[in-house]
């Protein structure tokens, strides 16, 4: 039996059936359930060949009303939740800085229905002591902010590495040294990016994500919008908001038009896109 599954049966045993009457709104637990999956595996930080770090401090962002209604039973909800992340962890293969937290929080943004998921990884103070020490994260909180903020690495934790592809592993392009940044005069740069491990080509001057079928990428996910954003390649290429309810989010920072790089993490609704650019 899935993890979803099972998370399903045991809510409906909870409270007499309680949760299944405040469940009625377009909100449902398995829809949260599933975005926090998403959540670890697009987050999940290879360590080595034996580990790979997922978050386990988990925000859940709900609109007025579905919070209200949600909020009493925030504390039951909460755990079966962290109880699903734990199963989901376990089945595969992750593992965890400290213990699995899940808050609901209100977002006065968001419209009836929608849903934001927002994490971290954050250490305990076991884990932080034993972890190798690696160059602080960037933050989501206003400058000064502590890193290891929601959607970035943990604080001593490694950075993650913004791999090539498979095959790409060659040597550097001739009269350019090691290490050197930036694309090479002249040469042919491929772009591409990946959702939830499924790769799209960037093959124009624009593509559009969206939840809409005429979409250049259709993103399934409740807190999209139907035209959502645009990625706009050039040197360098850069993704506009196109006036979507929920906005987006670049390398953590809220914006409506930012600058792309190879490994930029794009988050939209409770998606999160990555985006890759390569030569040759």
Known sequence: MGVLKRFEQRLEGLVNGTFAKVFKSEVQPVEIAGALQRECDNNASIWNRDRTVVPNDFIVELSAPDYERLSPYSGQLSD???????DYAKQQRYTFMGPIKVHLEKADDLD???YRVRSRTLA????????????AGHSAAPAGGRP???GYPPT???PMPAAPPPGMNRPPAAGRPPGAAGPVPGAQVRRWIEINGTRHQISRPTLVLGRSTEADVRIDDPGVSRRHCEIRT???????DLGSTNGIVVDGQHTTRATLRDGSRIVVGSTTIVYRQAEG
């Open 156 to 158: 001593g934790a490694p």
């Open 80 to 86: 079966e939740l962290s109880g699903l992340v734990r």
């Open 148 to 150: 290891g903020g929601y």
């Open 234 to 240: 050039g040197t360098p290429s850069t993704i506009q």
């Open 124 to 135: 305990s103070s076991t884990s932080q002591s034993q972890a190798p020490a690696g160059p």
């Open 112 to 114: 009836t229905g929608l």
